[in-house]
């Protein structure tokens, strides 16, 4: 969707190397959701944020919305292969979470 | 796992017939959703309902019908299947406001020849 742009569009990174992609909305969003893409697979949820300047961690990854909240990033820490896939922002723009409109995603490769 | 099965997993079919995608999930989640992902573009929502017989259009829903009679069934359908609309087809689910993740089915590769 040209609301919710993604970037970059891919990302080539050496394993152990720390990385960030960004999802940036054209206007304010109620809630971001990060989400991760094996090739030929679903999605899989990994985060939700909903407050300006939130922040969320699981594992070795970290997402972060704005203040103004139309900014997300997802940072990984120390890269691995099983990090390799597509991750995919997706915005709640009505409130009432009952549908997402979706980035065009973010490729990301990690070199052994 | 919500416990979504979407089928077929693959098929192809010709220019002009009808197909029909299902989606089906155990969990008795209110909402169902229906996207395509196409390399470029993403995910795109087609439609999705709201409840048995409540259902609305997404934001690429011309060409496609969906049917859901009951909680556990979401029905999409290509009356007349064009080139166009080769894609990869996602079913998700949704419990309702209170959740945060969306489930996703496991994708219907589509292929009209």
């Known amino acids: 969707s040209q609301e919710l742009e993604q970037s970059p569009q891919s990302l080539i990174v050496q394993e152990g190397k720390n990385l960030t992609i960004n999802c940036t909305s054209s206007k304010t969003l109620y809630g971001l959701y990060w989400y991760k893409q094996k090739y030929g697979e679903g999605l899989i949820f990994l985060m939700m944020?909903?407050?300006?300047?939130e922040e969320k961690s699981h594992e070795k990854i970290t997402a972060k919305l704005d203040e103004k909240k139309q900014q997300s990033s997802l940072h990984i820490t120390a890269s691995q292969p099983s990090h390799a896939g597509i991750y995919l922002c997706g915005a709640d723009y009505t409130g009432a979470n009952s549908k997402l409109t979706f980035g065009k995603g973010i490729t990301l490769s990690v070199r052994p | 796992d919500a416990g979504i099965t979407q089928s077929p997993r693959h098929k192809v079919t010709e220019t002009g017939t009808p197909v029909t995608l299902r989606c089906h999930q155990t969990e008795n989640h209110r909402y169902m959703y229906w996207y395509r992902q196409d390399p470029g573009h993403g995910l795109r929502l087609i439609h999705y309902?709201?409840?048995?017989?409540?259902?609305d259009k997404g934001e690429v829903s011309d060409g496609y019908s969906v049917s859901r009679s009951k909680t556990e069934d979401f029905l999409l359908t290509l009356e007349s299947a064009t080139s166009s609309q080769t894609s990869v087809y996602f079913c998700?689910?949704?419990?309702?406001?209170?959740?945060?993740?969306?489930?996703f089915g496991s994708g219907t590769r589509l292929t009209v020849v």
């Open positions: 309902s709201y409840g048995v017989k409540d259902t």
């Open positions: 944020l909903q407050k300006g300047g």
């Open positions: 998700a689910t949704w419990v309702g406001r209170g959740a945060q993740d969306y489930t």
